[in-house]
């Protein structure tokens, strides 16, 4: 299979940088996988579970939203958080999940609750899906 290189970084450390065959990305506007020779894009990402494809080897590694780059050289993830699955800690995703839930009460109607509405949705999505599949 040809490969092309990934990094992931996120504000405090890199992730992972290296040749992959494939990476699935929780995109905002719906999950995406990308191969060698993938169109260009940019894509926000939700909260989600991240699966990059090397020799062989599945690494799921959850992510809390940021921006996948596509272009020439390859993938590029900024995440606001990423963690492998197997060491993340389900409490900050409990956390998330409190927060977003008191926001939505002290916001007016409006684009700002709708987002955080989305938002919401997305860290019990999650959450939902480490509870079960995610952990595998």
């Given at each position: 299979m040809v490969t092309f290189h990934f990094d992931l970084v996120t504000p405090d450390k890199v992730l992972f940088a290296g040749p992959v065959d494939q990476v699935d990305v929780p995109g905002a506007e719906g999950d995406f996988g990308v191969l060698a020779g993938h169109a260009p894009l940019v894509a926000?990402?939700?909260?989600?579970?991240?699966?990059?494809?090397e020799g062989g080897r599945k690494h799921r590694?959850?992510?809390?939203?940021?921006?996948?780059?596509?272009?020439a050289q390859?993938?590029?993830i900024l995440a606001d958080f990423a963690?492998?699955?197997?060491?993340?800690?389900?409490a900050v995703i409990a956390s998330q999940i409190k927060e977003s839930e008191q926001k939505i009460k002290e916001l007016e109607q409006g684009t700002h609750l709708?987002?955080?509405?989305?938002?919401?949705?997305?860290?019990?999505q999650l959450d939902s899906h480490l509870q079960t599949t995610?952990?595998?």
């Open positions: 926000l990402m939700k909260p989600g579970v991240l699966v990059v494809h590694l959850v992510v809390m939203g940021g921006f996948a780059e596509v272009n390859g993938l590029t963690d492998k699955v197997e060491d993340f800690d389900r709708d987002r955080e509405i989305a938002r919401l949705d997305h860290y019990k995610g952990m595998h």
